[in-house]
């Protein structure tokens, strides 16, 4: 099998205003051969896009300024300068500052609220040990309301009780039970 050798193709040369291909338009405009062509996909019906074969001229060319007003009219922007980048860049690092600032202050005031431990662990144990003695109370509060009852009276009574018990713990408040005792001092 013999190669066959093919010729390169050669480019005119366009005039000014005019890309030979899109890769050139891109270039001319700012923006990536890839946006060209996805505008040219996007657009293909409308009437708006410059030339007269999917956005090139009858000789292939591609008019620049006409180019640069599609774009503008269907809402592309091209690259981006390095300056506008770097302003960017620092309005994010001041808003991430900020909200680095916020958060801080917003935990500083938490730690404020905070109580010691040494206090929760003491209202903790004083919620417990007064469910402590509710429970142990249970027995002889419930024998003495047993008596005499039958089998459906005394699930109710058991019931009553042991929800008691429930409301008893579900309504402990540790904060309540220090103050009690500093109004107590």
């Known amino acids: ?7 390169p193709r050669r480019r005119i040369a366009a005039p000014e205003g ?4 899109q890769t050139a338009l ?7 051969r890839q946006t060209i062509t996805n505008a040219i996909k996007r657009h293909l019906n409308d009437p708006r896009l410059p030339g007269v ?3 090139a001229e009858a000789d292939g060319r591609y008019n620049i300024s006409a180019w640069r007003e599609f774009l503008k009219a ?10 506008d980048l770097a302003e960017e860049h620092e309005i994010r690092l001041r808003r991430e500052r900020l909200r680095l600032v916020r958060e801080e202050f917003e935990f500083e005031q938490l730690k404020e609220r905070m109580l010691p431990m040494g206090e929760i662990e003491t209202g903790i144990t004083k919620i417990h040990s007064g469910y402590d003695v509710a429970l142990l109370a249970f027995g002889s509060r419930i024998n003495e309301q047993l008596e005499g009852l039958d089998y ?11 929800e008691l018990l429930r409301k008893i713990y579900r309504e402990a408040n540790y904060l309540q039970v220090e103050f009690e005792d500093e109004k107590l001092d």
């Not at 891109?26 to 990536?32: K, N, R």
């Not at 005394?154 to 009780?161: D, G, L, M, N």
């Open 26 to 32: 891109a270039i001319a405009l700012g923006t990536t």
């Open 18 to 21: 005019y890309a030979p291909n």
């Open 74 to 83: 269907i809402g592309v922007t091209g690259r981006r300068k390095q300056e």
């Open 53 to 55: 074969k999917r956005g």
């Open 152 to 162: 459906n009276d005394r699930a109710r009574v058991i019931r009553r009780e042991i």
């Open 1 to 7: 099998m013999s190669k066959r050798k093919t010729r």
